[in-house]
């Protein structure tokens, strides 16, 4: 069975301005794909599309044979595509252990299935050590992945993260690496917008890259790494 995302020929417009031009892009599962580019790029814009925050103005998004181009970001996340947003939403009073059950009732999981998702997220994120802590009192690093564990609550076949590790410092970006792989090992497909080289380089087994709205190049992250344009346009830039 096809159960590739894929996003065909994507344009978006805001009012006059034209910010996505005409860009294909697909995730397969167990796959993770970079998402890189200047600061305006469209990265964001390109997420809002995949998860139903942002109509495109034309194109379409197929999960296998399934349009989804038009349907709401609660129906995606029940059909097994969800996301991060750039700023954590925790309940900043509550545990972690209550920040991801609530994260489970809100989408109409039973108490015990709630249970169980929390059992299973928290050895797949590591956060063992967590659980019983207010998300307030929680390190920057940690309280991120209580925010991806949150959306993973639905046992996601796709999960996209926008800039899950900005504002980690060196360790926890290291920590994190063994988060998403942790992630693709389950069998979702995840898309990574990253600005940290180091971590998209080690990490995804695809890297795109979009700059003012197009994709400049797609490939391995050796093909990327190599590519005159996207040294020139980006890498030699902030790398
Ligand atoms: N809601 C909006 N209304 C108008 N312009 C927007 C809106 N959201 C984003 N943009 C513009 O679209 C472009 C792409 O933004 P964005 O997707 O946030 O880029 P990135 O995530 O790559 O930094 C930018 O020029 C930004 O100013
Ligand atoms: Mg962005």
Same mark, same amino acid.
């Given at each position: 069975?096809?159960?590739?995302?894929?996003?065909?020929?994507?344009?978006?417009?805001?009012?006059?301005?034209t910010?996505?031009? &005409?860009?294909?892009?697909?995730?397969?599962?167990? &796959?993770?794909?970079?998402?890189?580019?200047?600061?305006?790029?469209?990265?964001?814009?390109?997420?809002?599309?995949?998860?139903?925050?942002?109509?495109?103005?034309?194109?379409?998004?197929?999960?296998?044979?399934?349009?989804?181009?038009?349907?709401?970001?609660?129906?995606?996340?029940?059909?097994?595509?969800?996301?991060?947003?750039?700023?954590?939403?925790?309940?900043?009073?509550?545990?972690?252990?209550?920040?991801?059950?609530?994260?489970?009732l809100?989408?109409?999981l039973?108490?015990?299935?709630?249970?169980?998702?929390?059992?299973?997220?928290?050895?797949?994120?590591?956060?063992?050590?967590?659980?019983?802590?207010?998300?307030?009192?929680?390190?920057?690093?940690i309280?991120?992945?209580?925010?991806?564990?949150?959306?993973?609550?639905?046992?996601?076949?796709?999960?996209m993260?926008?800039?899950?590790?900005?504002?980690?410092?060196? &360790?926890?970006?290291?920590?994190?690496?063994?988060?998403?792989?942790?992630?693709?090992?389950?069998?979702?497909?995840?898309?990574?917008? &990253?600005?940290?080289?180091?971590?998209?380089?080690?990490?995804?087994?695809?890297?795109?890259?979009?700059?003012?709205?197009?994709?400049?190049?797609?490939?391995?992250?050796?093909?990327?790494r190599?590519?005159?344009?996207?040294?020139?346009?980006?890498?030699?830039?902030?790398?």
């Amino acid at each position: 069975m096809n159960r590739t995302l894929a996003a065909t020929n994507i344009t978006v417009r805001f009012g006059g301005l034209t910010v996505i031009h &005409e860009v294909d892009l697909h995730i397969r599962p167990a &796959e993770v794909l970079g998402l890189i580019g200047p600061n305006g790029a469209g990265k964001t814009t390109f997420v809002n599309v995949l998860t139903g925050f942002q109509k495109p103005k034309s194109g379409s998004v197929r999960i296998g044979d399934t349009d989804i181009t038009f349907t709401k970001p609660e129906h995606r996340a029940r059909s097994g595509l969800v996301r991060t947003f750039q700023a954590v939403r925790l309940f900043s009073a509550m545990t972690v252990s209550e920040n991801i059950a609530a994260a489970g009732l809100a989408i109409g999981l039973s108490r015990a299935e709630v249970r169980n998702r929390e059992r299973s997220l928290v050895e797949l994120l590591d956060l063992g050590d967590w659980v019983d802590v207010k998300a307030r009192a929680l390190p920057y690093g940690i309280e991120r992945r209580v925010g991806i564990a949150r959306a993973m609550v639905s046992n996601p076949a796709f999960i996209m993260l926008d800039e899950p590790a900005a504002g980690m410092n060196e &360790e926890e970006a290291m920590a994190f690496l063994a988060v998403v792989r942790a992630i693709r090992e389950t069998g979702a497909g995840v898309l990574l917008i &990253e600005h940290n080289m180091g971590v998209v380089f080690r990490l995804c087994d695809r890297v795109q890259v979009l700059q003012s709205g197009r994709t400049l190049a797609v490939g391995t992250p050796d093909e990327i790494r190599s590519h005159s344009m996207v040294r020139e346009a980006y890498l030699g830039s902030s790398a």
